[in-house]
């Protein structure tokens, strides 16, 4: 079992940054890897980043020269750090581990005001 704790959403205007942090109750050098889902009202959840046990990154189109996904293995964390954003950057973002079965966060809340 991993519990996964997320924080740092909030408001923010367009253009502002937020970072967001995942603590996860095991080492996540154990994982396979770990990501960043956001769930816009009315659509599908999707993957935003993620980042592999090798440090393989992966990131959405919309969201590439913007987010950097990242991993402090000594603080079992990973953080999303999101710059520029935009209105339709607006969600609740999950934070999910592969660890052989998928953990996810409770989600945390962010909105972009334009």
């Known amino acids: 079992q991993v519990q996964l704790v997320e924080s740092g959403g909030g408001w923010v205007q367009a253009g502002g940054s937020l970072r967001l942090s995942c603590a996860a109750s095991v080492g996540i050098f154990r994982l396979k890897g770990m990501g960043w889902y956001r769930q816009a009202p009315g659509k599908e959840r999707e993957l935003v980043a993620g980042i592999t046990n090798f440090g393989r990154l992966n990131y959405a189109n919309s969201v590439k020269d913007r987010f950097t996904i990242s991993r402090d293995n000594a603080k079992n964390t990973v953080y999303l750090q999101m710059n520029s954003l935009k209105p339709e950057d607006t969600g609740v973002y999950y934070c999910?581990?592969?660890?052989?079965?998928?953990?996810w966060g409770q989600g945390t809340q962010v909105t972009v005001s334009s």
């Open positions: 999910n581990v592969d660890a052989g079965v998928n953990y």
